[in-house]
């Protein structure tokens, strides 16, 4: 893919280092290699397990994607190892956008990491290299795929994430969610203990969050309870914006709401959907399709 001859490809593996597995350790190691890959020192194309870091909301948070791959004088690019099938060259989309804002902040940790070692930032592609089973089967096949605008988006995210500490400002005073583990490992601490805690947290959720979140399920059934929009996706939220329930929406398609002033264009469209739906599934529309 990266048009290399088989003898120019060396392997790194960067999970242990010397019988080592600490996340500074290989940090630090991941940091040497790849800059020497840089300065045409190294002997490795392909680097195993690397380990990165980035900072989000003032913490530093250590990153392993799967694989980077260096074409000596050329780019660093990040590699994408997932499970999902490619057929006939297409993968579910939902699935290729998660796994390519995942290397997103690979590429900023990464581009970060080399920045503090005096290499210019923009050695590292903004193309991944998406790689999944081809057709059903165990054969791999990968495609390049351009992330670029999301690699800007994500990183103008990151400069408005507030520090960790002033977001604990703004939870209960006493709130906590330690399970209270006892010395085998065990939670302690009552289960409706820790949902009531959950509870007083606000919950945003979006259909997305299945693919890499814990607490997805959690967050979808309090949105599904609320009746927000949020479990519709971003297709149905961003055309409203400023409706957050499907009992807004409905309130406003059928007359039962008065719109606000931000919201009188919206009402005008989803009225005129609800009329075409009304028309589209009355008895009398039947009837004259079937007469047709």
Known sequence: MLDLPISQVGYHDLDEVSGVSSPSVRHRETARKLVAAV???????????????????????????????????????????????????????ALVKSATTQACAYILALRSMLAAHGVHPEIVSDRIILVGPKNFTNRPTGAFVDAQNQVKNLARQLERIERVSSQLDLL???????????ERGRPRRPQSELLKALELVPAAYRPDCLNHCEMAF??????????????????????????????????????????????????????HAAWLRAELTSPRSTSAGGAQ
């Not at 870091?53 to 694989?67: A, H, I, K, S, T």
């Open 218 to 271: 959690f967050c979808r059934s309090r949105a599904r309870a609320c009746r927000s929009l949020d479990v519709l996706g971003p297709v149905v939220t961003e055309p409203l914006g400023g409706i957050d329930t499907t009992s807004m929406a409905l309130g406003l398609a059928h007359k039962r709401l008065e719109p606000s002033q931000e919201q009188v264009e919206i009402a005008a469209a989803l009225r």
């Open 172 to 182: 209960p005073d006493g709130i906590t969610f330690d399970l209270d583990k006892d």
């Open 39 to 93: 300065n045409g020192e190294g002997d490795g194309l392909l680097y195993d397990h690397p380990l990165l870091r980035l900072e989000v909301g003032g913490q530093p948070v250590f990153l392993e994607p799967d694989l980077v791959a260096f074409k000596f004088g050329d780019k660093l690019h990040v590699v994408e190892i997932k499970s999902f099938p490619v057929v006939d060259g297409q993968a579910d989309p």
